[in-house]
Nanobody, 128 residues
Framework: QLQLVESGGGLVQPGGSLRLSCAAS????????IGWFRQAPGKEREGVSC????????GYADSVKGRFTISRDNAKNTVYLQMNAMKPEDTAVYYC?????????????????????WGQGTQVTVSS
């Protein structure tokens, strides 16, 4: 059974940092694009960052460029999202998602309807 489990969320002060983890089980992340998405109350789910299978090419939403960094450790079957210089507007439930790489889908995209597998989410709150 394919499963994604997020961890690392919590409460952080503005300007602080958190690192989210997305651990996969039941499949090997090497062959999957992984995306991080977030959803704040009353808002639509938005793409935050993604990392492509094989190439490792990354993508970021404009709102997090220069502050967030996505990385993957294939040996641990885990993807990370390092979040620095956090702002109150980063408050949301963060989800990781996966979709298998194919010949017609060689790079990840920040569109949630492109992803087939989702974790349960982890709450991130940025507040003083």
């Amino acid at each position: 059974q394919l499963q994604l489990v997020e961890s690392g969320g919590g409460l952080v002060q503005p300007g602080g940092s958190l690192r989210l983890s997305c651990a996969a089980s039941g499949f090997t992340l090497d062959y999957y694009h992984i995306g991080w998405f977030r959803q704040a109350p009353g808002k639509e789910r938005e793409g935050v960052s993604c990392i492509s299978s094989i190439s490792g090419r990354t993508g970021y939403a404009d709102s997090v460029k220069g502050r967030f960094t996505i990385s993957r450790d294939n040996a641990k079957n885990t993807v990370y999202l390092q979040m620095n210089a956090m702002k109150p507007e980063d408050t949301a439930v963060y989800y990781c998602a996966a979709v298998r790489r194919t010949l017609s889908r060689r790079l990840c995209v920040l569109a949630h309807d492109n992803y087939d597998y989702w974790g349960q989410g982890t709450q991130v709150t940025v507040s003083s």
